[in-house]
Nanobody, 126 residues
């Protein structure tokens, strides 16, 4: 069983920064894994934010966050981070990390991921 624990959410003013962390436990992160961040605002569908391939570190971003958010990983800690800068009110959502156990051909869709964290709230005030 894989467990993911997110942390780092909170309330920040527009233009501010937050760093989210997602620690993976229960299994060793393998080279086949990818990890993603998604978010879901009230009344909206869960949407892709960013992803990183564990082997090689290739990164992928939604257009809405490109240039403001950075996804990274710490192999030794089995942890993925999402550095969020220049935050906007429209970034307000519950942020979830997820694990893709083996590459499915895409990192962009929630149903391509096998395990999910409980979510952490990010609120950006104007």
């Amino acid at each position: 069983q894989v467990q993911l624990v997110e942390s780092g959410g909170g309330l920040v003013q527009a233009g501010g920064s937050l760093r989210l962390s997602c620690a993976v436990s229960g299994r060793t992160v393998s080279n086949a894994m990818g990890m993603g961040w998604f978010r879901q605002a009230p009344g909206k569908e869960r949407e892709f934010v960013a992803a990183i391939r564990w082997s090689g570190g290739n990164t992928y971003y939604a257009n809405s966050v490109k240039g403001r958010f950075t996804i990274s990983r710490d192999n030794a800690k089995n942890t993925v981070y999402l550095q969020m800068n220049s935050l906007k009110p429209e970034d307000t959502a519950v942020y979830y990390c997820a694990v893709q156990s083996s590459y499915t051909g895409s990192y962009y869709y929630p149903d391509h991921y096998d395990y999910w964290g409980q979510g952490t709230q990010v609120t950006v005030s104007s």
